[in-house]
């Protein structure tokens, strides 16, 4: 007869993939007709936007744009022009069919840009980033077998406290800010170009709400209506509450993707300018709580016959998050003398992990870095560099999970040598072990073939082996822990030591 099973479901979602992608998108572009003639290119800046993420049949669309700054000097003057171009893109990736949310990170590796003619150039960017699948999982588990006099079993129970992802949200996001540039510079007269970089601090659930706090940092390239370039930096605190269904022991962790910023240059009642900043995104959250889960793992009877089918519950148990720190400074060798830094871009390629002996990884990502500056004559110079940034760490096995951010105190000073840069790299890092617990699935009892238990002994006297359970030699003897325990005098297995001599008496 079939024993009758008391089982549970676990409802939560995993990663069902975690891909690097890269992509190079190329454009030619017209000079528009309000615009002088390109004489020399100074530099390309640009900012990935995502706008959507979609799986559809196997495979991961993501699209959006890259809005590029292309700076200049025109032909018959020496002053820095501006022109602003969008590039739009596509990403087409295979990826596991059950993947029902996707997400990406994704960032301008590489931007370049070439004349073709005074009234044409050439766009050619590199998108690179990761894109993260999740699938739904819902597990049963068996809990417990009902309980029958006439049918006498010995269950092994497992108690395990797991941390799984129990929901995917996303919401709109939109901040708004007037910044207010000094007035001793005088009136701006353009935006150059802009990087805004928006992180969130602090994420938490009060009730049906979610709370994000975070900063976002500002940059700007500005040119004043006397002719010189500066650097404006702002940080922005900013907060919002969204609704939102979870348990309050439940953390929260959130990410704030942009996808679109809109800096329009206004002048104040003071003769002054000021910035409009207008940012759009989204909070994409992840709900992550604990499940203590009793899990009946095997059975048997002392008295009959049992046929016990098992199964295996394979699960990611989810680790906290954690940042490592490498900071990789040198001096940039120019051509001319150089006056000051105006500007400093950079950018890190996806992480890839070496493991080199045992007990070591090297965790690499390839800086790139751009640095935009005043030479002799007031010429708008730049100059760029990419290198390696390694760190070491002790070897997390499979499931390490790791992305490389430049952090925001990054800092280029003009010395007698050249240009010194400093850039803090970030290593963010989450470790996700695969979880595995054997379960019971179904318990099969043949009443009709009693075990024949006369030629058993009533007490065995043995030694208990290295690594041996107390269940194992319960199930090997036909017995119950409790009455091995019992027999040698202890109330808990941890007091039987490994090597010794146990008292085994017969199952009555």
Request: hydrophobic share 35%; glycine share 6%; aromatic share 6%.
């Amino acid at each position: 007869m079939e024993l009758d099973l008391k089982q549970e479901m676990l409802d939560c979602f995993e990663m069902a993939a975690d891909f690097t992608v890269t992509q190079e998108e190329s454009a030619e572009m017209i000079v528009p007709d309000s615009s002088p003639d390109i004489s020399r290119i100074v530099s390309a800046e640009g900012e990935v936007f995502v706008r959507s993420v979609d799986a559809h049949e196997g495979k991961a669309e993501v699209s959006g744009v890259v809005q590029v700054s292309l700076l200049y000097i025109p032909e018959k003057t020496a002053m820095l022009q501006v022109l602003e171009y969008t590039l739009p893109f596509m990403m087409v990736e295979d990826c596991p069919k059950d993947c029902g949310t996707l997400r990406a990170v994704l960032h301008a590796e590489e931007l370049s840009a070439r004349t073709l003619n005074p009234r044409k150039l050439q766009l050619q960017c590199r998108i690179g980033g990761n894109v993260m699948g999740y699938r739904r999982l819902s597990l049963p588990y068996t809990t417990e077998v009902a309980d029958d006099e006439k049918l006498p079993t010995e269950k092994w129970m497992q108690h395990e406290s797991v941390a799984v992802i129990t929901a995917l949200e996303q919401r709109d996001f939109s901040y708004e800010e007037t910044l207010h540039l000094p007035q001793n510079r005088g009136a701006v007269s353009a935006i150059y170009c802009s990087r805004i970089r928006a992180h969130v601090t602090e994420s938490k659930i009060i009730g049906k709400r979610a709370v994000v706090k975070g900063d976002c940092f500002a940059d700007f390239l500005l040119r004043y209506e006397s002719g010189r370039c500066e650097s404006g930096s702002f940080e922005l605190p900013f907060s919002q509450i969204t609704e939102l269904e979870a348990s309050q022991d439940a953390a929260l962790q959130t990410v704030l993707q942009l996808t679109a910023v809109e800096p329009k240059l206004l002048s104040d009642e003071d003769g002054g300018s000021e910035i409009k900043l207008s940012l759009f995104g989204k909070l994409q959250m992840t709900i992550t709580e604990r499940r203590e889960l009793t899990v009946l793992s095997d059975l048997y009877s002392t008295a009959y016959e049992t046929e016990v089918e098992r199964q295996e519950l394979q699960f990611y148990d989810l680790g906290e998050k954690l940042s490592r720190r490498q900071t990789w400074q040198d001096t940039l060798e120019v051509g001319l003398t150089p006056e000051r830094v105006l500007w400093i871009s950079t950018s890190c390629s996806p992480v890839s992990a070496y493991r080199g002996a045992v007990g070591e990884t090297e965790l690499r990502t390839l800086l790139r870095l751009r640095v935009l500056y005043a030479g002799e004559e007031g010429r708008t110079l730049s100059a760029e560099r990419s290198a390696e940034v390694l760190l070491p760490i002790e070897d997390a096995g499979d499931g390490l999970c790791c992305r490389a951010v430049c952090a925001q105190d990054a800092s280029a000073v003009v010395t007698a040598d050249g240009i010194a840069v400093r850039i803090p790299v970030d290593f963010v890092m989450e470790q996700r072990k695969m979880k595995k617990i054997g379960c019971v699935r179904s318990v099969r009892c043949e009443e009709n073939k009693p075990k024949d238990l006369s030629a058993m002994p009533s007490l065995v006297l043995r030694r208990r082996k290295q690594g041996e359970s107390l269940w194992q030699i319960a199930k090997q003897h036909n017995t119950a822990c409790r009455d091995i325990l019992l027999a040698n005098g202890c109330r808990e297995e941890n007091e039987l030591n490994e090597n010794s001599l146990l008292l085994i008496p017969k199952r009555r």
